[in-house]
Structures are given as C-alpha cells and as structure tokens.
C-alpha cells in the first residue's frame, strides 16, 4: 500500500484508534490532518510522525458542531489543497456528560450530544468533504464498533450510534460510490488504547478475563484497525464499498451458550478482578 501524495483526514486522531490510524498512513506516504478535540495530544502524536520523517498538521475538532467539521475541511484544503481520505472515527466521553443508561434513564441533552457526536457528525463529514473526494476519487471510512451488531445493557446511545454507523455507511456507498468515492465501516472488538493500557495495568487480571473471551487469545491494539482502515482505503479493496469490516479477533461469532459456559468455567478456576 502507497499513499504518497495522498492526502488523510483522522477525526479523534491523536490518541487511541485514531492514533493508530494517523501514524499508519503517514507510515504510508500520506500526509495527514488530525482533528482532534484533545489538542496536546494531538500535537503530541503530531511531533511523533513527524520525527518519523511525516507530514502533519492538527486542527483542533468538535465533531458535534458543523462549524468545526467545516472549518476541519477548509483547513486541510489551505494546508495542502486535497483530501483523499477521510478517517471519521471521533467519539469522546471526556467532558464529564453521562452518556450511559437506557431509554428510562438517559437524558436528552446526552442524547443530542452523543447523537450528535457518533451519528451527526459522520453526515456532517461526507457533506462537507464529500465533493473534494469526489474530485480525487477518494474514500470514506466510518469507525464503528462490534457494539453496532451485538447490544450491550444500559449503553442506549452508544449502541444507537454505532449501529446508525453501520446503516449510514450502507447507504452512503450507495450515493457516493457511483462517484468514485467508496464508502465502508469498520467494527473494532476490544482495544487497548492508552487510556485502557493504564486501566488493565491495575486490574491484569481483568485483562486476562478479556482475552480468554476471544477466540485468537487477545485483545486488539490500534495498530489491527489501522491495517484495516489503510486496506480499505487502498487499491487492494477496489471492488469493496458498504462493506462493515469485523476486526475483533473473533468476539462475535460465537455462540453464546458455548461462550457462557467457557467464560464461567474460566472464572471459576481463576482469581478476577472485573472491570466493571
């Protein structure tokens, strides 16, 4: 895979999955624009791809807010006058919102801003990029999540949003691929980012517990969805479009009967400290 000359737009890229990405396609020839919430650390991950020899510029992104999506673009347009890749992956419980809890117990304002976040946000993305990908011919990745095929209990509007992922990313392909533009999603299981690294440090128990859960024997790191991403993105994936790619080494194609009675019996035999 050869991106040189390409230019990558990472949303949420300074850490974490997006971290990964930004460092992958700049590991590729692409230059790359992350547009992250978190400045420091998007500077931080900037000055790493950098003295790797990269190309890299960081906006500073809200992704709920049309203002900030639009001037992300703008942005990468005076910087370097294309965009050939559009990573949207931003989604942040950072600012103290609760956005947990079921239909009974989420509040609206937490479910407009994590709506706006994980759903709105990706519309807002194609909308206002979408004619220069069109012009280079370019691609769209939208970062789901496993969550957006399996439901999990008291987690309404991040269950909502990353299914609305996988159905606008259909659909999209739909609208945009007779265009050039190829539309696809990714679907990540567990990966440990930083900030997950530091939890599992404390509980490496609870890791362990997590990995047993997965057929390949581990959890992900963002260097497994990045490969993902930089594929689909590629020449090698030409004929895929509205495709939903699973990276979670397997988490979801068990039965869950089987996958119950496996998880018990290891609990059984081992000393644990969950989680959560």
Excluded at 97 to 125: H, N, R
Excluded at 133 to 138: A, P, Q
Excluded at 148 to 157: Q, R
Aim: charged share 25%.
């Amino acid at each position: 895979m050869d991106f040189s000359g390409k230019v990558t737009i990472v949303t949420g890229g300074a850490l974490g999955i997006g971290g990964g990405i930004s460092r992958k396609f700049s590991e590729k020839g692409s230059k790359i624009v992350i547009a992250d919430i978190d400045l420091k650390a998007s500077l931080e991950n900037s000055e790493k791809i950098r003295n790797l020899g990269g190309e890299c510029e960081v906006i500073k992104t809200d992704v709920s807010k049309s203002s900030d999506i639009k001037n992300m673009v703008d942005f990468t347009l005076d910087k370097y006058g294309r965009i050939d890749n559009l990573i949207q992956n931003a989604f942040s419980t950072g600012n103290n919102t609760s956005f947990g809890g079921s239909a009974l117990e989420v509040e609206e304002q937490s479910w407009d801003q994590g709506i706006a976040m994980l759903q709105k946000a990706i519309y807002l993305g194609a909308k206002y990029a979408g004619e220069e990908l069109i012009r280079n011919k370019g691609n769209i990745i939208n970062i789901s999540s496993v969550h957006g095929l399996l439901m999990s209990k008291g987690a309404l509007i991040y269950e909502a949003g990353k299914s609305a992922v996988i159905g606008m990313t259909k659909q999209m392909a739909c609208d945009f691929s007779p265009l050039g533009v190829r539309v696809n999603a990714i679907c990540p299981g567990h990966i440990v980012t930083e900030k997950m690294e530091f939890r599992w440090n404390e509980i490496p128990s609870g890791l362990k517990f997590f990995e047993e859960q997965y057929p390949v024997r581990r959890t992900g790191i963002p260097e497994d969805i990045a490969n993902g991403v930089a594929f689909l993105c590629s020449e090698e994936a030409s004929f895929i479009t509205g495709h939903s790619l699973v990276i979670d080494g397997g988490l979801s194609i068990q039965l869950q009967e089987d996958f119950g009675v496996d998880q018990a019996k290891y609990a059984k035999n081992n000393e644990i400290d969950f989680p959560y």
